[in-house]
């Protein structure tokens, strides 16, 4: 069951509610003090003004002692009420947090669950279809491959699982191999083209880009930007894919003619389940791993990951790696 906004505001009300009384009470028995203190001067007062032999030093004593005592109040008051403050603001921002985990994982598994199912049901219709209906080759042959595309991304959806928590728990240790970079870029290219034969992919990649790393990782970090391209950028708009070498830099650009990303979101997106818009909705494509595990691989390969505005719309994606000597 999801957390809605009334709950939200129902616990933070409680919490609020609680904190308040607090420290109502605190204030409360700092002023009973003070007065208790104050009526015990009046009455030590009176009664050494009633002793004959009552000194001015004897005076002096008795409201020294008052005024140490209400310092002591103070700073016991002063020192109650920062502690209750700083308690009362890790806990608050510990719920906060972990609020907002439990709403962004009850969103992930509605968006899991659509990401998952819509590949397993096509796939499943596809070979109903084959099975019971007499088809031509051609035909087969378009629902063959259709099936493909929806296992392939079923298999680049659990490859994202699968990795993206090995790396946050460190279960995962990466290789550090020569990496030929401008295949792996090639390979990406030229699978997504059959992937989808009606977009148009421009793609201008430097031969023989060598980098130290993990070819699994580097593989999902090529797709996952390609597909991220793809899948925010209108059909009939270009995705362009250019590897470069500068100097001792490999420069990979991914950039579509999207919406676009605004400032605020540019560092947000490498965030886990974080996605724009409205993430709660059923329909809602993606599970806001893909760009997370960009940034995971990336910073694990001592590289740099940056989002800028491309030209006339949408945004380019830029990673730098550096070249093997």
């Given at each position: ?217 580097l593989q999902i970090l090529i797709n996952n930007l390609i597909e991220n ?97």
């Amino acid at each position: 069951m999801l957390f809605r906004p009334k709950k939200f505001h129902r616990i933070f009300a409680i919490f609020w509610f609680l904190l308040a009384y607090i420290i109502a009470a605190l204030i409360f028995w700092f002023v009973m003090l003070s007065k208790q203190n104050d009526q015990m001067l009046l009455l030590r007062l009176q009664h050494a003004a009633n002793d004959k032999n009552t000194r001015i030093e004897q005076i002096n004593k008795i409201e020294a002692e008052h005024n140490r005592k209400v310092k002591q109040y103070i700073g016991e008051g002063v020192t109650f009420l920062i502690i209750i403050l700083a308690g009362a603001y890790l806990v608050y921002r510990a719920v906060k947090k972990q609020l907002k985990q439990s709403q962004e994982q009850q969103h992930f598994m509605m968006a899991i669950t659509h990401e998952l199912k819509t590949p397993i049901s096509v796939a499943q219709l596809n070979l109903e279809t084959i099975q019971k209906r007499k088809l031509d080759a051609e035909q087969q042959e378009r629902l063959i491959q259709n099936t493909l595309h929806e296992i392939t991304r079923l298999n680049s959806l659990c490859n994202n699982l699968l990795f993206s928590s090995q790396l946050e728990a460190n279960g995962y240790k990466i290789l550090q191999d020569e990496i030929n970079l401008s295949v792996l870029a090639l390979d990406s290219v030229n699978n997504f083209i059959r992937r989808y034969p009606q977009r148009v992919i421009d793609a201008l990649i430097d031969e023989n880009i060598i980098v130290s790393g993990d070819a699994n990782l580097l593989q999902i970090l090529i797709n996952n930007l390609i597909e991220n391209a793809i899948k925010y950028s209108p059909k009939e708009t270009v995705i362009t894919v250019h590897l470069i070498q500068q100097k001792n830099t490999a420069l990979l650009k991914v950039a579509d003619k999207g919406p676009g990303i605004n400032n605020v979101d540019k560092e947000k997106v490498f965030e886990k389940f974080y996605r724009m818009g409205n993430e709660a909705t059923k329909r809602a494509k993606g599970t806001g791993l893909g760009l997370y595990l960009c940034k995971k691989i990336v910073t694990r390969h001592n590289g740099k990951i940056t989002i800028a505005d491309n030209t006339g719309g949408g945004s380019i994606f830029a990673v730098q790696l550096n070249i093997t000597d």
